[in-house]
């Protein structure tokens, strides 16, 4: 008797690639991507042309000065300063309304330069970012509970853009360069 051999029979491949696309489009329409962050800052609008020139003069007691160096040493308006004062420094410079004479004139003049050198680690310039911008933060709240009971975030829109002018967020940044440390 002669026995017939039978092929190994073919799995039908036909229907795969539209398989394959399927689960393409499902992982493509189920995953989350995430979003970058970073620092949220809005620049400011440009000048207009005719503005006359003794606006655009900016008077020195007016500019709070913030240098990182390559070492990652804060010197602010020409001392040494540590990173845990520069809060409080900070909020004292926004909100001297003239008391002193080395200090900003009013919140709505003061201007905080900084500046960082190439060398000053990522790190540092977020806390320093992270210190100015509680320093404003901290007076925006506290403007919002004098003035209508309630925290600056729990405020609408139109109650927090009143505040905004009182303390409006004014942190001038310049390109980095070789201020000094470890050059």
């Known amino acids: 008797m002669a026995s017939k051999r039978r ?26 991507m995430d979003i970058d962050t970073g620092i949220a800052r809005k620049l400011p609008p ?3 042309e ?5 606006d655009s003069q900016i008077n020195a007691r ?13 010197l602010v308006e020409g001392e040494m300063m540590d990173i845990s004062q520069l809060r409080d420094g900070a909020k004292s410079f926004i ?7 080395d200090l ?13 050198d190439r060398g000053t680690s990522y790190k540092m310039y977020i806390r320093v970012q992270n210190e100015l ?5 901290e007076l925006r709240n506290k403007a919002a509970l004098s003035k209508f009971g309630e925290r600056y975030n729990d405020l609408n829109k139109v109650d927090q853009k009143e505040i905004r002018k009182i303390y409006p967020q004014k942190i001038s940044e310049a390109e ?8």
């Open 7 to 32: 092929g190994l029979p073919e799995i039908n491949a036909g229907s795969m690639a539209d398989i394959a696309f399927l689960l393409l489009i499902f992982f493509l329409v189920t995953t989350t």
């Open 50 to 54: 005719d503005q006359p020139e003794e």
């Open 62 to 74: 007016n500019i709070y000065v913030v240098l990182i160096n390559s070492s990652n040493q804060l």
């Open 133 to 137: 911008a509680a320093a404003y933060n």
């Open 46 to 48: 440009m000048p207009e």
């Open 95 to 101: 909100d001297n309304n003239g008391i002193r004479e």
């Open 104 to 116: 900003s004139e009013n919140p709505e003049k003061a201007i905080i330069s900084l500046q960082n």
């Open 176 to 183: 980095p360069k070789n201020i000094g440390g470890n050059s």
